[in-house]
């Protein structure tokens, strides 16, 4: 089951009362909702997983579930660490979150989705202001998972660089031609 924002409003906004000035911070009035609609509810086991996923979510930005009950804080930390590191954090926007419901482990894992990197208006996920990540960066454990993935995520980009730094440039030049 794949979980997202149902983003209507905005873009109902956006098109019919022609609000340029929509700053996409309306995830407060957004509800989530599967991939799939049909298909998610005419299946049991999937409208199961669907309902399981969508009120742990409703219920993360309520503060009423911690994050560790609600996502798999590693992966999210991972997820986010790369995000900030290469300035794609356009994707981590409410309405371009997407998330996978692992049944194993009943926790949501991040999707990547629409990330756009070097987005003229980076701002790192951190500080997105997002009811999701806003509660995410207040658990002591996504923080120290979060810091420790951007420390060896860039010991590990430094020392590839350095190795493959000719082999970058060629092919750079190559793809520039």
Avoid: C
Wanted: glycine share 2%.
């Amino acid at each position: 089951v794949i979980i997202k924002y149902n983003e209507s409003y905005v873009w109902q906004k956006l098109v019919y009362y022609y609000d340029r000035s929509t700053d996409f911070s309306d995830s407060e009035i957004a509800n989530f909702e599967p991939f799939s609609l049909n298909k998610t509810w005419a299946s049991e086991t999937l409208s199961g997983y669907s309902s399981y996923a969508i009120d742990s979510l409703n219920r993360f930005t309520r503060d009423k579930a911690s994050a560790s009950d609600v996502f798999d804080l590693d992966m999210y930390a991972k997820y986010l660490a790369l995000l900030d590191i290469f300035h794609s954090s356009h994707g981590n926007t409410w309405h371009n979150m997407r998330f996978y419901y692992n049944p194993v482990t009943a926790k949501l894992e991040p999707i990547t989705f629409d990330e756009y990197a070097n987005y003229p208006e980076f701002t790192a996920a951190s500080k997105k202001g997002d009811p999701i990540i806003t509660r995410l960066f207040r658990d002591e454990t996504f923080v120290n998972l979060y810091v420790k993935y951007i420390k060896e995520i860039l010991d590990e980009y430094d020392g590839f660089l350095n190795i493959e730094s000719e082999n970058l440039l060629r092919i750079n030049y190559i793809l520039s031609r």
